[in-house]
T-cell receptor, first 113, second 114 residues
Framework: NAGVTQTPKFQVLKTGQSMTLQCAQD?????MYWYRQDPGMGLRLIYY???????DKGEVPNGYNVSRLNKREFSLRLESAAPSQTSVYFC????????????FGSGTRLTVV | GESVGLHLPTLSVQEGDNSIINCAYS??????FIWYKQESGKGPQFIID?????DKRQGQRVTVLLNKTVKHLSLQIAATQPGDSAVYFC?????????????FGKGTKLSVKP
């Protein structure tokens, strides 16, 4: 099925460990995004990639890095995980930045202990 | 920058009744508005959108109303069904400048009583 695929779905990390969250879309979208969702906080933008080869910081980029590997894939890396990064992470894509609504993946639930 | 807020974090309605979920935004230059539905354990799903040159748009059982004067957005769900139980988010986008991305409200949890 067409859409946005995120892996893994669940992950538990110890403080200080690193990991990469993977995201891929098969809709030939130009723009991709990473959001985190915390209780009572809605979705907050971490990083985005308006087009292949570009990435920019969003509202809450500290502690994260991203890579737009190709048009399909956009990964999010935590270099040294902290308990404050416990959250649900969503990847999304759209035809272009500022274009119509985003298509979201099903999320990665990350717990940092 | 833009901020988006919802009037009520929770809403409980009887099956068959109409539901109204409200949202307020801060930036009068905002020009594109979207409602998303998020079911438990899933990602947000697009419901309906509206651009600033309109004040009303209808979909299947859903209507979005935009009042630019007071910077208010609402989602109306007709004949609410148990399957409508979810968290609903409004999202606002500004074109131009440095903000070409969606800013989300905090969500309203809709519960439908049978």
């Amino acid at each position: 099925n067409a859409g946005v695929t995120q892996t893994p779905k669940f992950q538990v990390l110890k403080t200080g460990q690193s990991m990469t969250l993977q995201c891929a879309q098969d809709m030939n979208h130009n723009s991709m995004y990473w959001y985190r969702q915390d209780p009572g906080m809605g979705l907050r933008l971490i990083y985005y990639s308006a087009s292949e080869g570009t990435t920019d910081k969003g509202e809450v980029p500290n502690g994260y890095n991203v890579s737009r590997l190709n048009k399909r894939e956009f990964s999010l890396r935590l270099e040294s995980a902290a308990p404050s990064q416990t959250s649900v992470y969503f990847c999304a894509s759209s035809e272009g930045q500022g274009a119509s609504g985003y298509t979201f993946g099903s999320g990665t639930r990350l717990t940092v202990v | 920058g833009e901020s988006v807020g919802l009037h009520l974090p929770t809403l409980s309605v009887q099956e068959g009744d109409n539901s109204i979920i409200n949202c307020a935004y801060s930036n009068s230059a905002s020009d594109y508005f979207i409602w998303y539905k998020q079911e438990s354990g899933k990602g947000p799903q697009f419901i309906i959108d509206i651009r600033s040159n309109m004040d009303k748009r209808q979909g299947q059982r859903v209507t979005v109303l935009l009042n630019k004067t007071v910077k208010h957005l609402s989602l109306q769900i007709a004949a609410t069904q148990p399957g409508d139980s979810a968290v609903y988010f409004c999202a606002v986008m500004n074109y131009g400048g440095s903000q070409g991305n969606l800013i989300f409200g905090k969500g309203t949890k809709l519960s439908v009583k049978p």
